[in-house]
């Protein structure tokens, strides 16, 4: 379960921890403005005070911080150690993480393995008791409060909470191509399986939450015959959120899985879960911890909170709903599609999400036709006419055709290769503007097909105003010399006209 709004938002934002190339947050995702929009204030019936600010929320009827904290600072005393140990830094990796020579000394001067040490390390990161900064890194103003602010301990536990997924064991070889399928479906059911957990107020079987994240999954790929809606066999922001969050692979068609690999994501699950604290887990059963009883119910009151305030997004135009809903898993996103398009007339809805994805943000524009799947029929006229826009056209095609009768569709199965090059092109956009320019490496393999000189080509002249700002990047990343000197060649014939070429 993650939070709906940037949590700590009276401390300082740290980077996303990165694990391969998946990353759990959306970089640079926008957030609401705290200005007054344009047009005056937004009238709202009943004001309230922004949830995530000041003081941590506390549940009726459940322990206050000063009980709640010792577990916190227990679960995070090696993080707490590492953090005293290191002081300031000059020098760390790219991502964060100690240099092999500090991992090795911390480990020497803790009574740590190295690897134990890495992991502390990257738990201090997350909880903001170390800050990144000029090529190194310092204590954070955490680090300073951990004794004696409770509350600060508990929103750093609650920063690791909404982490977990970050902390779970590496699933084995053998069932990685699994995962990479299965284990973002089933990360949008961990909600359901918490909140499960936290009504129940005891251990539950293992074989109990293996059905509920069954049917969970059932009910995700079937719309569970109410007229929910299913996963999407082309999502249309599928190409950019890849792209983004570096898992740049063509969109899954959902099959039913075995139930051995239903089992295998649920102890991954679990497992995570417990690695930061928010569960146990013993005789094949699992049960939450007081600080993961906690943190649902705290969850739950934020999201009501939320619900009934700005933040809900219903009040808000497009583009900031948009915006708001790029920081967002499929799930939580789609329900704030739903409420916000039945809370005015489809035409005005489907006129304000066209006139989104027709902005420069190629991130956004994607999210703007998933939410245009939403709306469903009464957007078809328009969806059809949006296909003579070029920047809309590859995304109007992929809609119409997913809303035929001929099965799932593929992107190779609609676009043509014009407008294929575009797609390519405004995702990779989406990496400038929101990501980690070195993504754009696994965005070009994952297109090329062998190729990628034949897909510069196509880039250059798809007639898209960033190909050039996305070449010149491709350039400066890509670790072969002859595909970064294609780029640039590229990228340079998109300036003189293709006389380079």
């Not at 949590?7 to 921890?17: H, T």
């Not at 100690?98 to 991992?103: G, K, N, T």
């Not at 053998?174 to 918490?194: E, N, Y």
Request: net charge negative; with cysteine; hydrophobic share 45%.
């Amino acid at each position: 379960m993650t939070s709906r709004n940037p949590r700590d938002r009276d401390a300082p934002l740290q980077p996303a921890i990165r694990t391969g190339a998946t990353v759990t947050r959306l970089p640079g995702a926008a957030r609401r403005p705290e200005s007054t929009p344009p047009g005056g204030p937004v009238r709202r019936r009943t004001p309230a005070p922004k949830p995530g600010r000041g003081r941590v929320p506390l549940p009726d009827g459940f322990p206050a911080p000063a009980e709640l904290a010792p577990h916190a600072r227990r679960m995070l005393a090696d993080a707490v150690r590492i953090a005293r140990w290191a002081g300031e830094l000059g020098e760390v990796d790219k991502r964060g993480e100690l240099l092999p020579d500090d991992a090795r000394a911390a480990g020497r001067a803790l009574a740590m393995t190295v690897g134990a040490a890495a992991k502390a390390w990257g738990q201090a990161l997350l909880v903001g008791l170390v800050e990144l900064r000029d090529g190194g890194a310092g204590p954070g103003w955490r680090l300073n409060a951990w004794e004696h602010d409770d509350e600060a301990v508990i929103r750093g536990w609650s920063a690791l909470f909404d982490a977990w997924t970050l902390l779970a064991p590496v699933p084995p070889a053998a069932l990685r191509g699994v995962f990479a399928m299965l284990a973002g479906q089933a990360v949008d059911q961990a909600p359901h399986l918490l909140s499960f957990l936290h009504l129940v107020d005891g251990p539950v079987a293992d074989s109990e939450l293996l059905e509920l994240l069954r049917r969970g999954l059932d009910e995700r790929r079937h719309g569970a015959g109410t007229g929910a809606l299913g996963p999407s066999p082309v999502p249309h922001a599928a190409s950019a959120m890849s792209a983004v969050r570096g898992t740049c692979r063509a969109p899954q068609v959902d099959t039913p899985t075995s139930a051995s690999d239903v089992a295998a994501v649920l102890d991954w699950m679990l497992d995570g879960l417990a690695a930061v604290g928010a569960l146990e887990r013993r005789d094949e059963a699992a049960e939450l911890s007081s600080l993961g009883h906690w943190a649902v119910r705290a969850k739950l009151e934020e999201i009501c909170t939320v619900a009934q305030t700005a933040a809900g997004h219903i009040e808000q135009d497009a583009l900031e709903m948009l915006a708001a809903c790029a920081d967002y898993t499929p799930g939580p996103a789609r329900a704030e599609y739903r409420a916000w398009v039945a809370a005015r007339p489809a035409d005005r809805a489907v006129a304000e999400l066209l006139d989104a994805a027709r902005g420069d943000d190629a991130l956004l524009r994607g999210l703007a036709f998933e939410a245009l799947r939403v709306a469903g029929g009464p957007a078809e006229q328009a969806v059809r006419a949006a296909v003579e826009e070029q920047e809309l056209r590859p995304y109007a095609l992929l809609w119409l055709a997913e809303r035929s009768d001929d099965g799932p569709v593929s992107p190779a199965d609609v676009l043509g290769a014009e407008d294929a090059a575009w797609l390519w092109v405004d995702t990779a956009a989406a990496v400038l503007d929101h990501g980690d320019t070195a993504l754009l490496v696994p965005h070009v393999e994952g297109a090329s097909a062998g190729e990628p000189v034949r897909l510069f080509n196509r880039a250059r002249q798809s007639g898209h105003p960033r190909a050039a700002s996305v070449l010149t990047a491709v350039s400066g990343v890509h670790p072969d010399p002859a595909v970064a000197r294609a780029a640039r060649r590229s990228a340079f014939s998109v300036h003189d006209g293709g006389a380079g070429q």
